[in-house]
């Protein structure tokens, strides 16, 4: 569609006796392409990020290992009183 609206505008220059061919189509699209190029104008409605004056919230750090305590090294003990004192006891005849 594009090339035979551009053919019917050459066709057109060439008719009123003018030599220089000019593709309207073409300019257009060129103008949409750059036009996503330009910088955007919108006013910000907050603080603007790049402003090294601006307040913001203060920023908190909180260890996630910090309840971790070492238990290395340990001192090795007996497991025959580790078992005995997890295993279930027995029940006791009245």
Known sequence: MLTLSGARSAAASA???GHFLFNWPLLALAALALSGCMPATTQIASADPADPAAKVARAGYRSTIAPYTSL???A???WRKHNDR???QPKQDQ
């Open 76 to 78: 090795p003990a007996p």
């Open 15 to 17: 008719a009123r006796g």
């Open 86 to 88: 997890a295993a279930p």
């Open 72 to 74: 290395r090294p340990a």
